[in-house]
């Protein structure tokens, strides 16, 4: 009922129609009315302007109860604005079928950036054509840093505009279980920044719980551990870095489209509050259904495999924010998904320069694809 009461109408139609399917497998064992879920569903169609199936579920709840005076009163309306206005009230979705269904090229242009999010959530859009042969991979050892010499990264470009790397089984194991274990006690209801307030505070588009991580929470040295493989792999250091911040979504758990980056203009200009260069996102399990990073603007979409983690910069060179990088966490449909977010290092964080980059790269494995990674990873032009 949450999504219902917060006039999320989508949501609540789509679990609406989920205890419908339910109550069918229960048959009358179940406590649920009928009449009542009709009635909800008949109410979220009226809201998202489908008034021909807002009528259909009214005249099932009819069929149920036919005295019920307000759905009388109901179909008799929607029946009324079907004739009268045809154009203003029926929905594409009512000529369509089901949401989701022959979405085209043209039609996702036309969507709106919460659609497009819904739409790459419920599965993948085909890749641009151009990509078809520039999607690499290759193992990476960042100037030959010793850690990496002895166990180089494995890294696949996944998408190149905003450029978004899959860095693959970058943690074992045990770091993983490592993590989850410091991390339980310390979980608490995510926040989000209210705009209005300042505040931080429980938000509807961020539902999770989460906690933040640093080497003092280890005396096993797991995190610092962690933190040494990301400076080495990026270069980048983790001293003006925020903590790690372990997240899990349960079912339902998701973070609606947002930027890592912050977008007024103190976070650009506030020497204190740096602004957040880049993200590293780990995954510390698979998830069965849904819970995919997806970014809406340009349709990419990562499914969570445990151990690999996803790396994206924020900030172009110039120290804009990169405009093409809002990204979202999509609901849990089945089964629970941790995530490590890291990095997200503050304007000061060092790059080592491109001489070193273009000069490293003659010795590297893969001279063409290791220079691509080290020159997009320093955000310098090929
Ligand atoms: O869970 C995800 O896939 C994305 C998480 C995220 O974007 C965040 O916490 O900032």
């Known amino acids: 009922m949450d999504v219902y009461d917060s006039k999320d109408y989508r949501y609540a139609r789509d679990w609406m129609k989920e205890t419908l399917r339910l109550l069918d497998e229960e048959g009358h064992s179940s406590t649920v009315d009928l009449s009542d879920v009709y009635d909800h569903l008949s109410f979220a169609e009226y809201k998202l302007g489908n008034l021909k199936r807002a009528a259909h579920y009214t005249r099932l709840m009819l069929q149920n109860d036919p005295t019920h005076a307000r759905a009388q009163r109901n179909v008799a309306y929607f029946e009324e604005l079907i004739r009268t206005e045809p154009e203003k009230y029926i929905n594409q979705d009512d000529e369509r079928g089901e949401e989701g269904e022959g979405e085209t090229a043209e039609s996702r242009e036309s969507m709106t950036q919460y659609e497009r999010y819904q739409s790459l959530c419920r599965g993948p859009w085909p890749l641009p054509k151009e990509y078809d042969s520039e999607l690499t991979c290759f193992y990476y050892d960042n100037h030959r840093t010793p850690s990496l010499v002895i166990r180089p990264v494995k890294v696949e470009v ?30 608490k209801r995510a926040t989000a920044k209210n705009a209005d307030s300042g505040k931080d505070e429980p938000a509807h ?45 349960g079912i339902g758990g998701h973070y609606e489209p947002h930027y890592d980056f912050g977008t007024d203009e103190a976070s650009f200009t506030d020497g204190k509050d740096r602004n957040r260069i880049a993200t590293v996102l780990f995954y510390l399990s698979d998830v069965e259904l849904g819970g995919a ?37 999509c609901p849990v449909l089945v ?18 320069p491109c001489l070193v980059c273009r000069e490293t790269c003659l010795e590297t494995r893969n001279i063409i694809n290791a220079n691509e990674f080290l020159c997009s990873l320093q955000q310098v032009d090929t």
């Open 293 to 329: 990073t997806v970014f809406p603007i340009v349709g990419a979409r990562i499914q969570p495999f445990k151990g690999d983690a996803a790396f994206w910069w924020n900030l172009k060179k110039s120290g804009e924010g990169d405009m093409l990088t809002r990204h979202a966490g």
């Open 158 to 187: 996944v998408f190149h505009k905003p450029r978004i790397f899959m860095l693959r089984g970058i943690l074992s194991e045990r770091e993983m279980d490592r993590l989850k274990e410091l991390a339980g006690p310390i979980l």
């Open 335 to 352: 089964g629970t998904k941790w995530g490590v977010l890291a990095l997200r290092a503050q304007a000061l964080s060092i790059m080592l």
């Open 205 to 249: 588009y961020r539902i999770s719980k989460s906690g933040w991580l640093s080497s003092k929470h280890d005396p096993l040295g797991y995190v610092d551990r962690i933190d040494r493989r990301i400076e080495d792999f990026t270069g980048l250091t983790m001293s003006t870095a925020e903590q790690l911040q372990v997240v899990n979504y």
